[in-house]
């Protein structure tokens, strides 16, 4: 992020260094959900039949976990 250039150096330091330590919270908040959601559904009882050829929160969990990871978490 942009610190506006009228701030001290030190104050726009420790602004942005704020700024990065709320982002790797955040990130690893991410992480901790969907970890607790690809738990839960793991050791969840499925309530769809046997025969269905696509499930569709596997791949939504995937998505984010991937989403999470990308935008550089931790």
């Excluded at 030190?10 to 959601?37: D, H, K, Y």
């Amino acid at each position: 992020m942009v610190v506006a250039a009228s701030l001290p150096p030190r104050i726009a330091a420790a602004v942005e260094n704020q700024q990065r330590e709320s982002e790797r919270l955040i990130g690893r908040a991410q992480l901790i959900t969907v970890g607790t959601f690809g738990t839960l559904y793991t050791v969840s009882p499925k309530t769809f039949q046997a025969d269905v050829t696509f499930a569709p929160v596997p791949w939504v969990l995937g998505a984010y976990f991937a989403f999470t990871i990308l935008n550089g978490c931790g």
